[in-house]
């Protein structure tokens, strides 16, 4: 029962499953191309050049506002309608999103500072991305004022129990500002549940977030959004198309509900720049709203992907299957279904395969991931990362958002797991 089924192959899970590899190589070549263009772009162009005023950058401040408008269209906002930036990744999109929810609820804060408000909380799961806890700790609320929500078996928060900590928090005086979703969190790849999460934010007036710097590209296939479900209730985004949609870093977006707000929370209306007399639409002006003052153009990958169809929704689909096809082959190992690309599974050397005594056998197995990845990197065939969570021992987490990976590759990795373990 605790071993490798390795007589599955890929021809037959193929035939089984009647589903096309991609093309990966057609995929590529046009990938490349794409790339090659860029490059070629930056060095004649300075594409380097920054985004901070209509004046400066005309056409980067255009695609940044077409494209920000389609990824609301897409969250289902009504035609597109709220704010939102390009950011240098996940986690300063997440802080984003932090300092707008407590601007919302007290704007002072941007003047007086943190000793003008109320003791603030922000409620996270326990399974959520480390940079809430970092962006809290930069903003002056503290990691000790992020509060940890329960997870169920499969790694969603539970709602219930973010009621139950909303209320406590309130009772010892405490300020609830912040909720942060995740959408595929980074171990599980587990989707929280949005709705019944946006219902507890409503009925608390609680600044929702949802961290979709992972999970949030599955907005863009028709057979997997369903697990973003309620995204639409949020009242901020993070998406990273730099992530599951393979634009290369970086290339991360916050997108915000809410019109202006953005701007009141980060202008300094530095008059150098941002002169208020000029003879166009100021609104085009979005350099105020960051916290940066010149930032880097990561829109124009983003565009051309889209411009060039490269077809995201595949892609989602196709990476979704070969990892599902790894799950097939270890299913007797593996401790938890996949809702996103990762899978999570352990592998049990014979030795340790049938030995009796549990915890035993959990003080072996926990060394046993540790000891493969060792190997793997002196071999220097291949690397997969493991960890624990919470009371499971060490596993490994195998996630692919390359779209040229193949059943072959999943073949390869787990008779390599196997070759480096067997006499652990
Ligand atoms: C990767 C990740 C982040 C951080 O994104 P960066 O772009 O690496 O800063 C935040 N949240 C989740 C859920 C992630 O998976």
Redesign the pocket.
Known sequence: MLCFSTSAKASDFNANCALKQPNSRGKNARLQAIFQSWHILCNQHHVMSLVFTYEVAPVFVLLEYVSLKKMREIIGWQDGRGDGIFS???????MYAMLLARFKMFPEVKEKGMSSVPRLVAFTSEH??F?IKKGAAALGIGTESVICIKVDESGKMIPADLERRIVEAKQKGFVPFFVSA?A???VYGAFDPLIAISDVCKKYNVWMHV?????GSLLMSRRHRWKLDGVDRANSV?W?P??MMSVPL?C?ALLVREEGLMQNCNQMHACYLFQQDKHYDLSYDTGDKALQCGRHVDIFKLWLMWRAKVKKRKHCCSVLQVLLFLFALILSLFFLYPQHTNVCFWYLPPGIRYMEDKEERKKHLHKVAPVIKARMMEYGTTMVSYQPQGDKVNFFRMVISNPAATFEDIDFLIEEIERLGQDL
């Not at 961290?211 to 999970?215: H, Q």
Request: proline content about 4%; glycine content about 20%.
């Open positions: 240098p990744g996940g986690a300063i999109s997440n959520s991305h940079s995740t595929g969190t980074t961290d979709g710097a992972w999970g993070t990273n730099h992530k970086q991360s």
